[in-house]
């Protein structure tokens, strides 16, 4: 059994079929990553994972549970993070109080404890603060703490915005283009950083990228989609030299 | 310029991030100790009343300011607490248990209107908490049985461990400022916990919210109801503080004066509550003042610059007509509005900040230091 699979998923908006009888599977620790030309359906796929939109038809499956009917909030809590397209952080508040908003799914104080500020909640902020140092330490962050989002440039918060995910302490992330806006150095750094997660974290990655130069280096396999379907699947190579990848990206 | 050296994770969890804020609170506190023997009893009631809509401003805070929630409604939940009180009253049911029952009924029905708020957003959020605060008057204007319709109520004073606070005196005072302070300790000790963090991002981004593992739905009911239940509690020192209450003291220009609170203020602040509270108390007498003794100023002034006595007392009759003009007060409020969202969004605190700011750099403060950045890449699609 596979560790993360989905099942002919589909998603339609009326006629148009954003993402078609998708079947797919990830390994436990391997770096997958999904390419396609714009509109392919890449993203509509993790918005589907994640339970943004609710599947027309097909299952999803996560450490072999049915998670397809779980409410949206619940999947953060099995363990499955993700990050944004256009970054969607928290922008008026700090960075530290983003970071701890990823250790949500960890949290166990009740309200009335939390309205008294009971030691336990005390304990269980130093907890949480600690992790988060971890990450902030992991991702070259440091500088930053104490800042509000809406003061940062996007590099940083591209960056900021994986902390949060990993805070939550995942088991699979889902990276939706990691690398759109940053330049050549911090793409450097992004395809590092992806690396030692799977190597150092254990994390496993499922990751939207456009950046191919990032997906070979990276990735253990690669999908290619077009109009919502699968074209190819395999290593790096084989898939950009398929010829029906080919022939997506450059026209017949 | 002082500068925060951390060594302990604690630093950034403890109320007071150093020693000045201590002796600046503590300073704070010994002031409004010993107020009641210093003023005059006029503006003691006015320090009451800046208690009570400042304990309502933190509770409009938290599902508002930091929750990203509208609501026009909260002249009806000051309503509930005040009657629930009121009725209670009058079984002789000490006055801990009916402040307690008030507040929790306050509470219970904050998250009976959360639960239909969950789908609307925005505008018809204001709209929904409008029309919760109408039925509510209108319940109360109808429901002769238990609210006397619009007769009223009578309140009658606090009894409390055998003595008698009346409301003029100094321990009903203190009992309104207590209130104040465990709400906003209360408060901030939600702000640094997990919950808090949940409200504000809510307020900022609910599909980033929700993809971090917060049950949004949840979490905007238990903020309705904290936000209801404070303000429940606000409602019974208002009941107290009034001797009689009716139906048509909790109408919408009520809840309006409570966003004009924290709009004033400052949105995303408590300080923002308490001197949103301050301004809309204190600015009432400086309206009558007007109103009393502006025509006659202007006369005044008129007559000296050489109008003459008859059309001195022309304009004189003009302004009064003016000053005395129905819904002058609501204009007023909404000009000070308008002028505020304009110029100075951040409300009294961010200004407070921005001298703090000036004299902590002096003279290197920059005007564009609060200047906000305007940025267009967060999508919206999402919603």
Known sequence: ?252 | MRFLFKTDYEDDIRLFPHSGYVYSYGLLLAVLLIAPYALSSYLMSQLVFVCIYATVGVGLMILTGFTGQASLGHAAFLAIGAYTAAYLQQFNVPFPVYFLAAGLLTGVVGALVGFPALRLQGIYLVIATISFAFIVEEILARWEGVTHGNEGMRVKTIQLLGTTVSRDGPPFYYLCLAVLVLTIVGTLNLLRSPTGRAFVAIRDSETAARSMGINVALYKVKSFAISAGITGFAGVLFAHKLSFISPEMFTLQLSIEFIIVILIGGTFSLHGAVLGAIFLVMIDPFLTYLKDDMPGVIGGVAATLGAGTERAGHIQDAVAAFASANGLKGAIYGVIIVVFVLFEPLGLYGRWLKIKLFFQLFPLYKRATFKRQKIYVKSERNR
């Not at chain 1, 996560?62 to 619940?74: H, S, V």
């Not at chain 1, 379907?229 to 084989?238: D, I, N, T």
């Open chain 1, 1 to 252: 059994m596979s560790y993360f699979r989905a099942e002919n998923l589909s998603l339609h908006f009326g006629g148009l079929k954003a993402v078609d009888a998708v079947s797919f599977a990830v390994e436990k620790g391997e770096i997958l990553s999904i390419i396609g030309p714009n509109g392919a359906g890449k993203s509509s796929i993790f918005n589907l994972i994640s339970r943004i939109y609710p599947p027309t038809s097909g299952k999803i499956f996560f450490e072999d549970q049915d998670i397809t009917q779980q409410p949206a909030y619940d999947i953060a809590k099995l363990g499955i993070a993700r990050t944004f397209q256009n970054i969607e952080l928290f922008e008026n508040a700090t960075v530290l109080s983003n970071l701890l908003v990823g250790r949500h799914r960890h949290s166990t104080t009740q309200l009335w404890q939390e309205l008294l500020f009971l030691p336990s909640v005390r304990a269980g902020e130093k907890a949480h603060r600690r992790r988060v140092e971890q990450v902030i330490e992991f991702l070259d962050l440091e500088p930053y703490r104490d800042k509000l989002i809406s003061g940062l440039p996007y590099g940083v918060r591209k960056v900021i915005e994986l902390a949060r995910a990993l805070c939550s302490e995942p088991k699979l992330i889902l990276l939706d283009e990691p690398s759109s806006g940053l330049n050549v150095e911090e793409t450097d750094d992004m395809s590092f950083w992806i690396r030692d997660m799977k190597s150092e974290l254990g994390i496993t990655v499922l990751m939207v990228e456009h950046d191919m130069t990032l997906v070979n280096r990276v990735s253990d396999r690669v999908i290619a989609l077009n109009y919502g379907r699968v074209l190819a699947m395999g290593s790096p190579s084989e898939v950009q030299h398929h010829p029906d990848v080919v022939a997506a990206y450059l026209g017949a």
